[in-house]
């Protein structure tokens, strides 16, 4: 199993890890599916994975962004099979990326008019059903997505922008769909999955509502066409939590995770962001088991979890082309009724990742946690702990858990070869300095104690996943 192979589930104190599904070694005979990473070009199911070169979070940081997040569709709006394979944020370069062949346009003009239409980020939610023959392939995609703009007049411009389809030959407007919001458009696209050699069809039904362009998108593998009933059902979902989100009624949790960039020479490999549980809604993932998905979600609650937040990152250093050998970050962000319940969730941490460690070895609580500072900055904790990736392949990390108040943040970062922990250490503080602020954070690069090995360069193993 490589660092990217379908994970078993974490149960303690960290949450799933969604996997990577890859569907590059299947054939098209050998399932009816598709991977769930693949979509029609015109569809905003485009993954940030499939766009090389481009950084996903660069960009504009708006000064006041709402929770785009929890505008998101959940497990429960969904039959069950469906789960979640990725959360996604992005900056203009992916979002140009990602439409300059749908719409023909030359690649430099159309950043150009999105940045001057205020464009600034987008956010987005891939749930998928699983084949029974093959589960890196799905037979059915729902994307979940809203796009944050400066203002109002710019979102309407943008709009006008990216859902302009009329020289193409496989994506149509459907005529008499329902309004929604201030600007919406219902189009269908047809074509065929390259991963699979299936045909598709794909609805989209997009909405503006002032500055916020969202949306949903559902995309059928088997050659039937989806129900325009039910995507407007979904979309109206969306509005409703997008609205309930802008009145401030969300954990904006959204805000207070720390992002990371990689650099001039390092590449951001995989990205993944979402909340893992919301208005006392577990988040059901991809593939993932019934009992996996309740065990979590007795776990968070019976810890008097709130919410939680994760977001995972993995760091090709420069030069490096092994995923295996790729820096993973994982960042967690967790919310309290009272500091008690918080100050209680992290003095058990360590305790708890050592009784069910799950696919990690090696746990170790650590004697000495340093000290953090920041406001209401109270209890910590922290691990050391081993990942094996491949039969010859070990990743060591660290891992922290620090209370600020009624909010925990985690951080834990491994490497092949092990890594500094003091850069762990200072990982850890910068996003506990995200908390609180009013703005996104700045993203941060990783320093070279993240991404070089304290020990002799490993050796390159054959690449497993």
Same mark, same amino acid.
């Given at each position: 199993?490589?660092?990217?192979?379908?994970?078993?589930?974490?149960?303690?104190?960290?949450?799933?890890?969604?996997?990577?599904?890859?569907?590059? !070694?299947?054939? =098209?005979? $050998?399932? *009816?599916? &598709? +991977? /769930?990473? #693949? @979509? %029609? !070009?015109?569809? =905003?199911? $485009?993954? *940030?994975? &499939? +766009? /090389?070169? #481009? @950084? %996903?979070?660069?960009?504009?940081?708006?000064?006041?962004?709402?929770?785009?997040? #929890?505008?998101?569709?959940?497990?429960?709006?969904?039959?069950?099979?469906?789960?979640?394979?990725?959360?996604?944020?992005?900056?203009?370069?992916?979002?140009?990326?990602?439409?300059?062949?749908?719409?023909?346009?030359?690649?430099?003009?159309?950043?150009?008019?999105?940045?001057?239409?205020?464009?600034?980020?987008?956010?987005?939610?891939?749930?998928?059903?699983?084949?029974?023959?093959?589960?890196?392939?799905?037979?059915?995609?729902?994307?979940?997505?809203?796009?944050?703009?400066?203002?109002?007049?710019?979102?309407?411009?943008?709009?006008?922008?990216?859902?302009?389809?009329?020289?193409?030959?496989?994506?149509?407007?459907?005529?008499?769909?329902?309004?929604?919001?201030?600007?919406?458009?219902?189009?269908?696209?047809?074509?065929?999955?390259?991963?699979?050699?299936?045909?598709?069809?794909?609805?989209?039904?997009?909405?503006?509502?002032?500055?916020?362009?969202?949306?949903?998108?559902?995309?059928?593998?088997?050659?039937?066409?989806?129900?325009?009933?039910?995507?407007?059902?979904?979309?109206?979902?969306?509005?409703?939590?997008?609205?309930?989100?802008?009145?401030?009624?969300?954990?904006?949790?959204?805000?207070?995770?720390?992002?990371?960039?990689?650099?001039?020479?390092?590449?951001?490999?995989?990205?993944?962001?979402?909340?893992?549980?919301?208005?006392?809604?577990?988040?059901?993932?991809?593939?993932?088991?019934?009992?996996?998905?309740?065990?979590?979600?007795?776990?968070?609650?019976?810890?008097?979890?709130?919410?939680?937040?994760?977001?995972?990152?993995?760091?090709?250093?420069?030069?490096?082309?092994?995923?295996?050998?790729?820096?993973?970050?994982?960042?967690?962000?967790?919310?309290?009724?009272?500091?008690?319940?918080?100050?209680?969730?992290?003095?058990?941490?360590?305790?708890?990742?050592?009784?069910?460690?799950?696919?990690?070895?090696?746990?170790?609580?650590?004697?000495?946690?340093?000290?953090?500072?920041?406001?209401?900055?109270?209890?910590?904790?922290?691990?050391?702990?081993?990942?094996?990736?491949?039969?010859?392949?070990?990743?060591?990390?660290?891992?922290?858990?620090?209370?600020?108040?009624?909010?925990?943040?985690?951080?834990?970062?491994?490497?092949?070869?092990?890594?500094?922990?003091?850069?762990?250490?200072?990982?850890?503080?910068?996003?506990?300095?995200?908390?609180?602020?009013?703005?996104?954070?700045?993203?941060?690069?990783?320093?070279?104690?993240?991404?070089?090995?304290?020990?002799?360069?490993?050796?390159?193993?054959?690449?497993?996943?």
């Amino acid at each position: 199993m490589g660092r990217f192979g379908l994970l078993t589930i974490l149960l303690v104190i960290g949450l799933a890890v969604p996997a990577i599904i890859a569907a590059q !070694d299947a054939t =098209p005979e $050998a399932t *009816p599916g &598709a +991977s /769930p990473q #693949a @979509s %029609p !070009d015109a569809s =905003p199911q $485009a993954s *940030p994975v &499939a +766009s /090389p070169g #481009a @950084s %996903p979070v660069a960009g504009l940081v708006p000064d006041d962004a709402p929770d785009l997040a #929890a505008m998101m569709l959940r497990s429960s709006d969904f039959a069950d099979g469906y789960g979640l394979s990725q959360g996604a944020l992005w900056g203009v370069d992916v979002e140009v990326s990602n439409n300059t062949e749908a719409l023909a346009r030359d690649p430099d003009d159309l950043r150009d008019e999105l940045v001057d239409a205020g464009w600034q980020l987008r956010y987005l939610a891939y749930f998928g059903i699983p084949d029974e023959a093959d589960t890196t392939f799905i037979t059915e995609g729902t994307t979940s997505y809203v796009t944050l703009y400066a203002d109002a007049e710019g979102a309407e411009t943008g709009f006008e922008i990216l859902e302009e389809e009329a020289d193409s030959e496989t994506t149509q407007d459907i005529e008499d769909a329902p309004e929604l919001g201030d600007q919406s458009e219902l189009t269908s696209t047809t074509g065929t999955d390259e991963a699979t050699g299936n045909p598709f069809i794909s609805l989209d039904y997009t909405f503006r509502i002032e500055n916020l362009v969202a949306g949903v998108s559902v995309t059928d593998f088997s050659g039937a066409e989806p129900d325009q009933a039910r995507v407007a059902e979904l979309a109206e979902l969306v509005e409703g939590r997008l609205e309930a989100a802008v009145d401030g009624d969300a954990p904006e949790l959204f805000g207070q995770i720390l992002r990371l960039e990689p650099g001039a020479t390092a590449t951001t490999q995989y990205s993944t962001e979402y909340y893992a549980i919301i208005d006392e809604e577990p988040l059901r993932l991809y593939n993932e088991a019934e009992e996996d998905t309740t065990a979590r979600a007795e776990f968070l609650g019976g810890n008097e979890v709130e919410a939680a937040y994760q977001y995972e990152v993995y760091i090709l250093p420069a030069g490096v082309t092994d995923p295996n050998l790729s820096l993973a970050v994982l960042s967690y962000a967790y919310t309290f009724a009272d500091e008690d319940a918080a100050t209680a969730f992290v003095d058990a941490a360590a305790e708890n990742f050592v009784d069910a460690p799950g696919i990690y070895t090696e746990v170790t609580p650590l004697d000495g946690v340093p000290s953090f500072t920041g406001d209401d900055v109270g209890a910590t904790s922290g691990v050391s702990y081993e990942l094996p990736i491949t039969d010859e392949v070990v990743a060591a990390g660290f891992r922290y858990w620090v209370q600020s108040g009624t909010i925990v943040v985690s951080v834990q970062a491994d490497l092949v070869d092990g890594l500094s922990e003091d850069a762990v250490v200072d990982l850890t503080q910068a996003q506990l300095d995200c908390v609180g602020q009013d703005t996104l954070c700045e993203p941060l690069t990783p320093t070279d104690d993240l991404l070089q090995a304290t020990g002799s360069a490993p050796a390159t193993p054959e690449p497993t996943g």
